[in-house]
Structure formats: structure tokens, C-alpha cells
């Protein structure tokens, strides 16, 4: 299987703040990344396709980059809707795997 | 698009379950789709996926042989039979679905869940 590395596991921002979120496979995936955010007792919400593809609907705060083994998502001024757990997933073979999720809290 | 999960519950150590699936807004024959669990608080682990027309359906090996994924176009539902259940199946239980007819891994909808615990 191949494993999904997020860092760092939380942190604290404020609203305005430029973050960077990393995710890393343990082998290559070419671009078959897709990052997730979830808010507190809500389903996962699907922001970036294809390591930087934006999915429909998702604000163009959210900005997805990398492939092969490294990716980043950046959200380039949080909102108050952002402080929630963001995941990496990837889709390039099955078991499609996630990583263990990045906490964004309120500084 | 409206994914609406249904059949969880309180089950023992080796009982079954069946999670159904019901979905609208959307041409359901046109999407592949899988069902995703999470253990509440923690991460997520995604368990199995059928095309668009069924021919085309994968497990997680933690549930290979023990669960079994199918769908209905005409009712369009999709259903997770799961047998000889494990605490460790214990998992708010996601109906997702895909962004192409044969799954990619994109779930670009998810329903709210449904919580399965298995328990003595």
C-alpha cells in the first residue's frame, strides 16, 4: 500500500495567514493527489483534484502543487471556515490511501 | 446531489450489516462509487468501489471476502453488505461518489454517514 505522510499534524493560524499544508507519498504517484477538508461533525468536502486541479465551487484561496512523491496544498488567506482538518489522499492505485490529516486551528 | 447512507447500528462480534445508499440529484448510472469509513476522531480509510455498471468493483483487504459492495441503477442506491463483523470495523460509514464512471479515487460528494459499531 502506499503511504500518506501529512505535516505537520496541526497548526495554528489566524484569519488573513498565507499556510502551507505538505503531503508526502511513499512512492511516486505522478499527480494522482486530491486534498480534502473537513469540518467538525461534517463529511470530508473535496477542494483539489489531480494535485491542483480546483474542484467546482471551491474558492480560489485554495491552490494545490506538486507530483510524484511531494505535494502541497496552500490556502493563501484563511477564512473562518477553513480552521478545520485537511487531508491528502491518493488515487493513483488501490487501496487508495489517505494521510492521518492536518488540524488548522484558530491562533 | 444528495448521498443519503442508512442500516447502521449496534451489532455483535461476527453478526452482519448492510449499509444502503440512496442517492438524487444526479444521473447515478454516470458515476462510479465507494464507500469510505472513518473511525470518529480519527482518520480515513477508504473500503471498496463499483463502476458505473457494476463490472468493475474493488475491496480494501481488511474486508476482502467479508464485505460486498453493489448497486442498483434503477432504484439508485448502492449497498455495502458486510458479514462476520470485527470491532475493528467499528467506523462512521461514507457513501461517496466518484468523479468518473469507472472509480478514479476522486470522491467529489460524500453523504453524512452512517455509524456501525460492533460490539459484545
Known amino acids: 500500500d502506499i503511504q500518506m505522510t501529512q505535516s505537520p499534524p496541526s497548526l495554528s493560524a489566524s484569519v488573513g495567514d498565507r499556510i502551507t499544508i505538505t503531503c508526502r507519498a511513499s512512492q511516486s504517484i505522478s499527480g494522482y493527489l486530491n486534498w480534502y477538508r473537513q469540518k467538525p461533525g461534517q463529511a470530508p468536502k473535496l477542494l483539489i483534484y489531480?494535485?491542483?486541479s480546483l474542484q467546482n465551487g471551491v474558492p480560489s484561496r485554495f491552490m494545490g502543487r506538486g507530483s510524484g512523491t511531494d505535494f502541497t496544498l496552500i490556502i493563501s488567506s484563511l477564512q473562518p471556515e477553513d480552521f478545520a482538518t485537511y487531508f491528502c489522499?491518493?488515487?493513483?492505485?488501490?487501496?487508495?490511501?489517505f494521510g492521518q490529516g492536518t488540524k488548522v486551528e484558530i491562533k | 446531489v444528495q448521498l443519503v447512507e442508512s442500516g447502521g447500528g449496534l451489532v455483535q462480534p461476527g453478526r452482519s450489516l448492510r449499509l444502503s445508499c440512496a442517492a438524487s440529484?444526479?444521473?447515478?448510472?454516470?458515476?462510479?462509487m465507494h464507500w469510505v469509513r472513518q473511525v470518529p476522531g480519527k482518520g480515513l480509510q477508504w473500503v471498496s468501489s463499483?463502476?458505473?455498471?457494476?463490472?468493475?468493483?474493488e475491496y480494501a483487504d481488511s474486508v476482502k471476502g467479508r464485505f460486498t459492495i453493489s448497486r442498483d441503477n434503477a432504484k439508485k442506491s448502492m449497498y455495502l453488505q458486510m458479514n462476520s463483523l470485527r470491532s475493528e470495523d467499528t467506523a462512521l460509514y461514507y457513501c461517496t461518489r466518484d468523479r468518473g464512471t469507472f472509480a478514479s479515487g476522486n470522491c467529489d460528494y460524500w453523504g453524512q454517514g452512517t455509524l456501525v459499531s460492533v460490539s459484545s
Open positions: 489531480a494535485a491542483s
Open positions: 463499483i463502476s458505473w455498471n457494476s463490472e468493475v468493483i
Open positions: 489522499q491518493q488515487s493513483y492505485s488501490t487501496p487508495y490511501t
Open positions: 440529484g444526479f444521473t447515478f448510472d454516470d458515476y462510479a
